[in-house]
């Protein structure tokens, strides 16, 4: 099979698959597929485009250059440049529709700030949301990746940003990878343990979102503090 997607049955196409669907419905690899349209001698474009992620994950890509994309097999300076210019559109897209300073009211606000970062990535990223007295964000962050447990996440880190801030309330979001947003059992633990500490300090945790795929659990709203 030749690089072009055009050698794909009609049904396995991106492309295709984008325009019977939308975009929510590809994977990271097909939607990269789709701006590199060919793959090289010997490797399909889908293969490509998952050996690319496999080196360069998604949220790295906000910071690689063209340099190290075109030391990759398959990569040359126009598809480097293609991909760039993707994600800077997207960066600058999402900014865009970003209002200064939103008022926080409910999980499904947080969502929809967060659902375009945190999606499809392979590793759990925990943001912090540092919220004013009248419920405005002033600072979004994400300020640990990995899976969540008493050794990622450091409260002492946590809170002398929010009291550097200045914020009354903070608010915590991270993803499941899986794609099941139930909270685990750490999940938990390491809530309780942020929301103590917060009530010494003086600064309330209004909520803890989990982002699954296309779902998400509120442990606020679930009553887990």
């Given amino acids: 099979m030749s690089g072009k997607l055009t050698d794909f049955p009609l049904s396995e196409r991106p492309r295709e ?3 019977n669907n939308n975009p929510g419905f590809l994977s990271n690899a097909e939607l990269l597929a789709i701006i590199l349209s060919t793959g090289k001698q010997g490797e399909n474009v889908l293969d490509v485009s998952r050996n690319l992620l496999s080196k360069f994950p998604l949220n790295r890509f906000s910071n690689v250059s063209v340099n190290e ?3 990759h097999s398959g990569i040359g300076k126009a598809k480097a440049c293609k ?4 994600v800077e559109l997207g960066k600058r897209s999402v900014s865009f529709q970003s209002r200064p300073n939103p008022v926080i009211n409910s999980a499904e606000d947080i969502v929809k700030i967060v659902k375009t970062e945190l999606s499809n990535l392979r590793q759990e990223h925990f943001m912090v949301f540092y919220i004013d007295s009248r419920k405005k964000l ?3 962050e994400t300020l640990f990746i990995g899976t969540l ?3 990622i996440i450091h409260p002492r880190e946590i809170f002398s940003k929010a009291l550097s801030e200045s914020a009354s309330a903070m608010i915590f979001a991270h993803n499941h990878p ?6 685990s059992d750490a999940d938990i633990e390491t809530t309780l343990d942020l929301a103590k500490a917060g009530n010494l ?3 309330e945790i209004l909520d803890h979102i ?3 795929q296309n779902r998400f659990t509120s442990l606020k709203q679930q009553s887990y503090f």
């Fill in 17 to 19: 698959r984008l325009i």
């Fill in 69 to 71: 994309l075109t030391g």
């Fill in 83 to 86: 991909i760039l210019a993707a």
């Fill in 138 to 140: 002033i600072k979004k």
């Fill in 149 to 151: 447990d008493s050794n």
């Fill in 178 to 183: 899986s794609g099941d947003p139930s909270p």
């Fill in 201 to 203: 300090l003086g600064i």
């Fill in 210 to 212: 989990i982002l699954g």
